[in-house]
């Protein structure tokens, strides 16, 4: 911008024939300034060079000598003004407010902290100073949660077994905290998917013959700031806090700041810290981390597949073993029923199933009921079962659960036109458009359960047509080698 000034200056000089003068100014000898004879020369040639070069003399002038007079009214007033928020006299320790017990909630807002100095004494007095209470601690971010003490078999000694018993502490502080909001660790706890993950972590080393002490310790830390990213609305309803980042960049900070984490030598410091901190973008690790962290990111992500799968396995199997899951499923389906936008009457732009009033059954993807069930079921069991995804899977984990309920209700159409599915699914065509893995529920048992929705639906204009039975990728391949 000054750039563009200074030559539309210029410019204007010449423009309205003040340029020789300017020039003429520039040449004159002045005492306080510094004008070299190679740059006189040029300015003495004339044109707008010449004017351009006189322009940039008296700019350089003028900038020198407005920081000189800034520089001098600066060091004046720091002579002769002390800031206004020094303290000579010592603070009073009553005044203090109480002690600091060091448990806190999980929390990510600052509040009053106190900052000490060890051995720090007033310059005037020689009194000691205790700390300063700071009320408003600016933009810092404190990340601090509680520690419930427990029971070891041994008292640890060596500074990682001290680091894993603080994790073991933070995990048992917050039993109830999820592995995950959604549906993605089903109903797994956090404490219980970070105990299982640190188990894996230290097999899957075992079994390649890496010895690595910090793999038990990196385990348990790798998703730990969940404490911080999640909070509980309500008794079981646990959601995202708004404003929380991420979980995935703080688990290396809230580890690094236990006082155990300390004690460590500075390589396994590194080493952990690195790890935690790009476990979840392995991509952005930098090339120099070394093979200890490369080694333990490996670990964790095996580790984090395999105990998930076996989270959302557990998941089912826990759901169908609640007395109540049937029932409360039942309850869902009609409520699914009364809603659900068959032939796409209500408006909307998908239809999420369709029929015509000669066929006796209605169709609908199996995702779209995977997608849209868990509004109408209680969040834990939505989570046990992985409700409320978007999934085009044949293999989700809850289909069989749902196909069962669906039997027990009498919906469930396994039969058409003589053709049998052994997996209860079909593929079929809808105008020009194949939707696989799709039910067949009966409309007059839909009839007798929703009594007034099935003649809202009307009828759908695309053609449709049950193609065949849905078959799973292992009945595929059977299929295949039999031929």
Request: one cysteine or more.
């Amino acid at each position: 911008m000054l750039c563009v000034l200074v030559g539309v200056y210029t410019y204007y000089l010449e423009a309205v024939g003040a340029a020789l003068d300017y020039q003429a100014d520039a040449l004159a000898p002045v005492w306080y300034m510094v004008k070299p004879p190679a740059v006189m020369s040029e300015i003495s040639q004339g044109g707008f060079t010449g004017t351009l070069l006189a322009v940039l003399l008296n700019i350089v002038h003028t900038f020198f000598y407005a920081g000189f007079v800034y520089s001098v009214v600066t060091l004046v007033c720091a002579r002769f003004f002390k800031p206004r928020n020094k303290k000579d006299e010592p603070v009073n320790q009553a005044e203090l407010g109480p002690a600091v017990t060091g448990l806190y909630a999980c929390a990510i807002a600052g509040s009053t902290m106190m900052v000490k100095i060890p051995a720090a004494k007033n310059p005037k007095t020689g009194e000691v100073i205790p700390g300063v209470q700071d009320n408003d601690p600016f933009n810092q971010v404190f990340l601090r949660c509680d520690r419930k003490p427990i029971k070891t078999a041994r008292t640890p000694e060596s500074p990682i077994e001290k680091l894993q018993v603080a994790l073991y502490e933070l995990l048992a502080a917050h039993p109830n905290t999820p592995a995950a909001v959604g549906h993605h660790h089903a109903d797994a706890s956090l404490k219980d998917h970070s105990m299982d993950i640190s188990k894996v972590v230290v097999s899957y080393m075992h079994e390649r013959g890496w010895i690595e002490p910090l793999a038990r310790v990196a385990g348990l830390g790798h998703d730990l700031d969940k404490l911080l990213a999640y909070e509980e609305k309500q008794p079981g309803e646990w959601v995202k806090r708004k404003d929380a980042t991420h979980h995935n960049t703080y688990s290396a900070y809230l580890v690094a700041q236990q006082p155990e984490f300390v004690l460590l030598p500075p390589e396994d410091q590194f080493t952990l810290i690195m790890a935690l901190r790009y476990y979840h973008h392995p991509k952005m690790l930098p090339i120099n981390a070394g093979e200890r962290v490369e080694r333990l990111i490996s670990a964790i992500k095996h580790a984090d597949g395999n105990v998930i799968q076996a989270e959302k396995a557990s998941g089912i199997v826990n759901a169908q073993a609640a007395v109540n899951t049937t029932t409360i499923l039942e309850s869902a389906f009609e409520q699914f029923l009364s809603l659900v936008d068959i032939n796409a009457y209500q408006g909307s732009h998908n239809a999420a199933g369709w029929t015509k009033d000669a066929l006796e059954f209605v169709i609908i993807p199996m995702s779209r009921i995977i997608e849209a069930l868990g509004q109408f079921v209680p969040g834990d069991l939505s989570r046990q079962l992985q409700l409320n995804v978007d999934t085009r899977n044949f293999n989700h984990p809850a289909i069989p659960v749902l196909k069962e309920t669906l039997t027990s209700l009498g919906l469930l159409m396994v039969k058409n036109k003589g053709k049998e599915s052994p997996t209860a699914l079909w593929d079929v065509k809808i105008g020009m458009k194949q939707f696989k893995a799709c039910v067949l529920l009966d409309k007059d048992r839909i009839s007798e359960m929703v009594p007034t929705i099935v003649p809202k639906w009307g009828m759908t204009p695309y053609d449709i047509k049950v193609l065949k039975p849905t078959l799973d990728k292992m009945q595929n391949d059977a299929e295949t080698e039999g031929q």
